[in-house]
């Protein structure tokens, strides 16, 4: 249907291949016995079930009169548009978000960039005479934007600093917090890079069945960061013009973290 957004064909796509490659896995490991493993690799089967209900049933549904945003999860949320006072864009490091708030300025839903076609939602919004508010700008116009800032979100408020009350202008950008995040991220995969080669190499003097459980939870823990790493790069991807690497996956490539963290522009 015209009126209905929906999650990027990536997810659905992904959840076939995950689910069809990893069922054949758990059916052969069954098949021949090694009951362990097809258990082990069960959760990858159910991982891609849920990323194809997601993309069926994570829609947002633009109606005349209200919009609906239907989740896998949470609860169904109806928005109508006399509801809405304007449409907030955020720009962040890297990325903006964009979100719906009320008469009094508290936030409605925020517009994840995991959807697709989003022009079918701003063309509804502007004919209902909605307007777009760029946070960005007013504060860089030194304008007053306090009454917006209950509509922002931990992140977004510690990425605009100096916020002393809400009766004051947010001044100064920064990008430490980000700068941080990352730095943070970057130790963290190293770290646990350094423990799965541990590990590894720990199974491989032990042997047996243990060194097979230990293998298979390596490979989990892995292709769980490789789903993570993944999913960021994809979603900052949709707010750079210019991305000067992608990212690059292995079984061990926790080990060295620029391969997981792609650098922008």
């Given at each position: 249907?015209?009126?209905?957004?929906?999650?990027?064909?990536?997810?659905?796509?992904?959840?076939?291949?995950?689910?069809?490659?990893?069922?054949?896995?758990?059916?052969?490991?069954?098949?021949?016995?090694?009951?362990?493993?097809?258990?082990?690799?069960?959760?990858?089967?159910?991982?891609?079930?849920?990323?194809?209900?997601?993309?069926?049933?994570?829609?947002?549904?633009?109606?005349?009169?209200?919009?609906?945003?239907?989740?896998?999860?949470?609860?169904?949320?109806?928005?109508?548009y006399n509801d809405i006072?304007?449409?907030?864009?955020?720009?962040?490091?890297?990325?903006?978000?964009?979100?719906?708030?009320?008469?009094?300025?508290?936030?409605?839903?925020?517009?994840?960039?995991?959807?697709?076609?989003?022009?079918?939602?701003?063309?509804?919004?502007?004919?209902?005479?909605?307007?777009?508010?760029?946070?960005?700008?007013?504060?860089?116009?030194?304008?007053?934007?306090?009454?917006?800032?209950?509509?922002?979100?931990?992140?977004?408020?510690?990425?605009?600093?100096?916020?002393?009350?809400?009766?004051?202008?947010?001044?100064?950008?920064?990008?430490?917090?980000?700068?941080?995040?990352?730095?943070?991220?970057?130790?963290?995969?190293?770290?646990?890079?350094?423990?799965?080669?541990?590990?590894?190499?720990?199974?491989?003097?032990?042997?047996?069945?243990?060194?097979?459980?230990?293998?298979?939870?390596?490979?989990?823990i892995t292709y769980a960061?490789?789903?993570?790493?993944?999913?960021?790069?994809?979603?900052?991807?949709?707010?750079?013009?210019?991305?000067?690497?992608?990212?690059?996956?292995?079984?061990?490539?926790?080990?060295?973290?620029?391969?997981?963290?792609?650098?922008?522009?």
């Amino acid at each position: 249907m015209d009126n209905v957004i929906r999650l990027s064909k990536f997810v659905k796509n992904l959840g076939i291949v995950t689910t069809v490659l990893f069922l054949i896995i758990v059916l052969v490991t069954f098949v021949t016995g090694n009951m362990g493993v097809a258990i082990c690799f069960m959760p990858f089967v159910f991982l891609g079930i849920a990323l194809i209900l997601a993309y069926k049933k994570q829609i947002i549904v633009v109606n005349e009169d209200e919009i609906v945003f239907s989740y896998l999860v949470k609860k169904t949320q109806h928005i109508k548009y006399n509801d809405i006072r304007c449409i907030l864009m955020i720009p962040l490091n890297g990325r903006t978000d964009v979100i719906l708030i009320d008469k009094m300025y508290n936030r409605l839903v925020t517009l994840e960039q995991v959807y697709v076609n989003y022009d079918i939602l701003y063309d509804t919004l502007i004919k209902h005479e909605i307007d777009l508010v760029d946070f960005g700008e007013l504060v860089e116009q030194n304008k007053d934007v306090s009454k917006y800032v209950p509509a922002l979100n931990w992140i977004e408020k510690n990425f605009y600093k100096s916020i002393c009350n809400e009766n004051t202008t947010i001044k100064n950008m920064s990008k430490t917090i980000e700068k941080e995040k990352r730095k943070k991220t970057k130790q963290f995969l190293k770290a646990l890079g350094w423990i799965l080669i541990i590990a590894d190499a720990v199974a491989f003097f032990i042997g047996g069945k243990t060194m097979l459980v230990i293998f298979i939870m390596v490979l989990m823990i892995t292709y769980a960061v490789y789903i993570k790493i993944l999913s960021i790069y994809i979603y900052r991807s949709h707010h750079k013009k210019r991305t000067r690497t992608g990212v690059s996956i292995t079984i061990y490539g926790c080990s060295n973290s620029n391969a997981f963290i792609p650098e922008y522009e």
